[in-house]
């Protein structure tokens, strides 16, 4: 599928602008700045069709890509950005719960970790939003090229623990970066099987 036509679709800010549950659904979320745009961009191969930024919260709306005929490819605003005004963090949280819990066609989501960080509290967060809306969950770490290849093992021993405590959460955890090209291709591959 991803061989077909990606285009940008709409960014949405309530649940009554959602385009219709018509396709297979993945959604990536995670932390401000863990690199969401920028896998959707290495995912389908254009630089910059989602928009990755050195500024933190860039990302304000639930944006939905278009991949060929069949599948949306749904990119979320970020979480945990400490100066992101109370009143947006409130009505996002709010959106983000509608959206999760109401989502015929939401197959999977991916929560994007970073290498470097592992799990914190807000992921944990999000981990336990999915299980309440029973959302299976991928672990997508991010950023792999920024760390030593040898702390890899120690980060992910974090992240496995983490899995454990989430009904939700699929257990295979995918490594990826996006700058170097690492996991793409695994990460694509996840996707199109998911009917
Ligand atoms: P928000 O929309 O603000 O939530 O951020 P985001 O999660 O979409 O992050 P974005 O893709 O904008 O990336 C944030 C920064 O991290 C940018 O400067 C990217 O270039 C950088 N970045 C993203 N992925 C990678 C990666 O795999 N390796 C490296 N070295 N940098 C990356
Ligand atoms: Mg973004």
Redesign the pocket.
């Known amino acids: 599928m991803f061989a077909g036509p990606v285009e940008f679709l709409k960014g949405v800010v309530a649940m009554d602008g959602l385009p219709p549950a018509d396709r297979i659904e993945v959604c990536f979320a995670?932390r401000?700045?863990?690199?969401?745009?920028?896998?959707i961009n290495a995912l389908t191969g254009r630089k910059a069709l989602?928009?990755?930024?050195?500024?933190?919260?860039?990302?304000q709306e639930i944006n939905f890509f278009t991949v060929g005929e069949s599948h949306y490819l749904v990119?979320l605003?970020?979480y945990g950005?400490a100066e992101a005004p109370v009143a947006v963090v409130a009505k996002w949280q709010q959106l983000l719960k509608a959206y999760l819990s109401g989502r015929q066609t939401l197959r999977r989501a991916f929560v994007?970790i970073d290498m470097r960080h592992g799990v914190k509290a807000v992921d944990e967060e999000i981990m336990t939003l999915l299980d309440r809306s029973a959302v299976t969950f991928q672990v997508v770490m991010?950023?792999?090229?920024?760390i030593k290849t040898s702390d890899h093992a120690q980060v992910l021993d974090q992240v496995r623990r983490a899995l454990a405590r989430h009904p939700a959460a699929y257990p295979e955890i995918v490594l990826?970066?996006?700058?170097?090209g690492l996991g793409i291709e695994t990460l694509r591959a996840i996707i199109a099987t998911l009917e």
């Open positions: 995670g401000s700045n863990v690199g969401k745009s920028s896998l989602a928009r990755a930024s050195n500024t933190p919260g860039r990302t990119d605003p970020g950005y994007l991010t950023k792999a090229d920024k990826t970066s996006s700058e170097k």
